[in-house]
């Protein structure tokens, strides 16, 4: 069955170009230029996800965000927008979007973000096929539990967290491509995106610590080698 996607955009050359190239790929998507009709074809269209271009003429992205949040409040919400200043993006997040993508955008880009989207939503369906537990050295790995047993203890992992953790895991002892890994998490390699994932990293550095033969070593421009016995 076809993913069915809201489509909110007022540009019509835009709206057509993106809505064909969606169609293409498989999905199924409803284009809707008018912010002041979206709901109706919303409660009839019954959609998976939702773009939604912030500026329309009616009632805009940001509000139709809120009125959808209320009626699907785990429904993936993706704007986009020509605005770049930080406060914007938090309007953006606080009004119910789970991501955004800046104009002008590439349509593979929106892909891989939706495809993001969708996992994130049904966190069974990972990036990686998720196993049910992974043994690292002394340690078990659950990542549909997001969680790792050291033995002593239970450290609950953020989403995040496993993600990261499960593709290492399952490519241990392994070169594992920075880039790769950030496409598959993020859905895209971008700079801020490169240094969260440098955090994430280092946080689960300090988790495995309760093993001592477990390391994730950085490759420097080139990405990871997680060292499992």
Excluded at 79 to 104: C, M, N, W
Aim: net charge neutral; proline share 4%; aromatic share 10%.
């Amino acid at each position: 069955m076809k993913t069915k996607i809201l489509y909110v955009e007022d540009e019509p050359f835009l709206g057509k170009v993106v809505r064909e190239t969606l169609e293409f790929r498989g999905y199924d998507v409803h284009l809707q230029t008018d912010g002041n009709k979206v709901m109706d074809s919303f409660a009839n269209f019954q959609p998976e996800i939702c773009i939604l271009d912030v500026m329309l003429p009616g009632i805009d992205g940001f509000q139709l965000a809120k009125m959808i949040r209320q009626m699907q409040p785990q429904l993936p919400i993706i704007f986009l927008t020509a605005k770049s200043q930080t406060e914007d993006l938090v309007k953006g997040f606080e009004h119910g979007g789970t991501d955004y993508i800046r104009k002008p955008f590439s349509v593979e880009e929106l892909i891989v973000r939706v495809e993001n989207q969708l996992r994130l939503l049904n966190p069974a369906t990972s990036v990686t096929g998720t196993q049910e537990k992974i043994l690292l050295g002394k340690m078990e790995f659950y990542p549909l539990k997001y969680e790792l047993h050291t033995g002593e203890e239970i450290i609950t992992l953020s989403y995040r967290e496993s993600q990261i953790l499960e593709i290492l895991s399952l490519s241990k002892n392994q070169v594992v491509d920075r880039r790769v890994l950030l496409r598959k998490v993020w859905g895209d390699d971008s700079f801020f995106n490169s240094r969260t994932l440098d955090v994430y990293v280092r946080k689960l550095r300090n988790y495995l610590l309760a093993d001592e033969r477990l390391k994730i070593v950085t490759l420097k421009g080139t990405g990871y080698n997680f060292l499992v016995p």
